[in-house]
Nanobody
């Protein structure tokens, strides 16, 4: 079994910072792209940031210059550093990863359980 576990969400004031972390665990052969999505109430889930296994990152226009995605391939983790947070960043944030389990040897897309980020004064 492969699992993604997120941590680091919470309540923060506008202009503040939060750091989200996501760790993949289980019998993993390889991990390709990893990323963060978010879903606000009444809205569709959207890509926030993604990062390839080689470290190339891409961002939604709404978070460019404020959010930074990074990964530690040795620890199977992906991080999202969020600075200058705005109320419109409020959403449930989901970790996503393309993982090949060791016992199946086919690539699947896995999701974390989600972590709430609330930006409010």
């Amino acid at each position: 079994q492969v699992h993604l576990v997120e941590s680091g969400g919470g309540l923060v004031q506008p202009g503040g910072s939060l750091r989200l972390s996501c760790a993949a665990s289980g019998s993993i052969f390889s991990i390709n792209a990893m990323g963060w999505y978010r879903q606000a109430p009444g809205k569709q889930r959207e890509l926030v940031a993604g990062i390839t296994s080689g470290g190339t990152a891409n961002y939604a226009d709404s978070v460019k210059g404020r959010f930074t995605i990074s990964r530690d391939n040795g620890k199977n983790t992906v991080l999202l550093q969020m600075n200058s947070l705005k109320p419109e960043d409020t959403a449930v944030y989901y970790c996503n990863a393309e993982i090949t389990p060791r016992d199946i040897m086919r690539r699947f897309r896995y999701w974390g359980q989600g972590t709430q980020v609330t930006v409010s004064s």
